[in-house]
């Protein structure tokens, strides 16, 4: 990489393509995301190695629920033996697992496994690994805005005071800094209801690369390109650089 002190310090992927890697192959769909769950087991590994602060993972959106319930509870599975099998590396590691989501909407199964992860790590101080589950971009607006209402209504804050940061402590994100390098694998060129109001000056990289056969060298990749832009915030040049 480039310059090793230019290490984004939130890296947000969303992971597309299993199914079609599968297709390619003559495979079944569920052998796609058994693929692309051990890709994740590297690039979690990798991104900790670099010196990644935070991974923000894809894993499932709302509208996944959509997808026929066989590929759904393949998934489900998939999700809780990744938890369960990368616990003791986690705390080896002392990664911290965090999730963000609609979780009432997992089965019990798999939310008592995601919240048993969550509890026995959330004192790991090294690099969070943060999972979008059951997730939707509108939907955390959505939430956040609920929340706020209700303060109003109870007059704990007027609406005089609702600006962006505190709609941004209302998110399901709060303890975590904004992304600064979005990735998308597999060649589509859109963000998916995913982090829409965290990615406001995030740093997008498309790959045409299906995520089961994105490696430690593609991560590079996205991170060199990432070094190479200029982040001005709504400056001027000389004004960043000053």
């Not at 969303?14 to 058994?34: C, Q």
């Not at 109001?197 to 390109?225: G, H, M, R, S, V």
Request: hydrophobic share 40%; proline share 3%; glycine share 6%.
């Amino acid at each position: 990489m480039k310059d090793m002190k230019n290490i984004p310090r939130h890296v947000a992927i969303i992971m597309d393509g299993s199914g079609r890697w599968a297709k390619e192959k003559n495979l079944p769909r569920v052998e796609g995301h058994r693929r692309g769950s051990e890709v994740v087991r590297k690039i979690v590994e990798v991104s900790r190695e670099t010196g990644i602060k935070v991974l923000t993972l894809y894993a499932f959106s709302e509208e996944n629920w959509n997808r026929p319930k066989d590929e759904v509870q393949a998934l489900m599975g998939l999700l809780a033996e990744f938890l369960q099998s990368e616990l003791p590396k986690m705390m080896d590691e002392r990664i911290r697992l965090c999730a963000i989501g609609r979780f009432s909407q997992l089965s019990d199964i798999v939310r008592r496994v995601l919240l048993e992860t969550i509890t026995l790590t959330k004192d790991n101080g090294g690099m969070i690994l943060n999972l979008a589950l059951s997730y939707s971009g509108r939907g955390e607006i959505v939430d956040a805005a609920k929340e706020i209402a209700v303060q109003v209504a109870e007059k704990r804050v007027t609406s005089e005071e609702i600006d962006e940061d505190m709609i941004a402590r209302h998110l399901y994100t709060k303890d975590l800094p904004d992304p600064d390098l979005l990735i998308r694998t597999s060649g589509e060129m859109r963000i998916s209801n995913f982090l829409l109001f965290q990615a406001a000056y995030t740093e997008l990289f498309f790959t045409q690369t299906l995520w089961p056969d994105f490696t430690k060298e593609d991560l590079y990749k996205a991170i060199c390109n990432y070094q190479n832009r200029e982040r001005r915030f709504g400056m001027l040049s000389e004004q960043v650089k000053t």
